[in-house]
């Protein structure tokens, strides 16, 4: 599957963004999708998860609440609303996708170009 993020920006701080990715190549309705992030000089993170169906999410503990991640199966898109922005929210946002989903970066096969978001204070 080939996944394309995109979305980002640049937002000030308490504002919002709608990330997006677009999937194509296999049925979408296999995958679970991740959405983790990278900010410079740290490791790539987990940011969210959710299931094939879109009946289950997950969040890293530093997004909950603010973020919500979902899906539409029609459309081989998932997307990220990410609300309440903070500065330390900055990074690469990057979407994932395997059968079953993970909280590592290695628990995903499949990974989109990442989208910059930046949130000035």
């Known amino acids: 599957v080939q996944l394309q993020a995109s979305g980002g920006g640049l937002v000030q701080a308490g504002g919002s963004l709608r990330l997006s990715c677009a999937a194509s190549?296999?049925?979408?309705?296999?995958?679970?999708m991740g959405w983790f992030r990278q900010a410079p000089g740290k490791e790539r993170e987990f940011v969210a998860g959710?299931?094939?169906?879109?009946?289950?999410?997950v969040y890293a503990d530093s997004v909950k609440g603010r973020f919500i991640a979902s899906r539409d199966n029609a459309k081989n898109t998932v997307y990220l609303q990410m609300n309440s922005l903070k500065p330390e929210d900055t990074a690469v946002y990057y979407c994932?996708?395997?059968?079953?989903?993970?909280?590592?970066?290695?628990?995903?096969?499949?990974w989109g170009q990442g989208t910059l978001v930046t949130v000035s204070s």
């Open positions: 994932a996708a395997d059968e079953t989903y993970g909280f590592r970066p290695m628990d995903y096969d499949y």
């Open positions: 190549g296999r049925t979408f309705s296999k995958y679970a």
């Open positions: 959710i299931s094939r169906t879109g009946g289950s999410t």
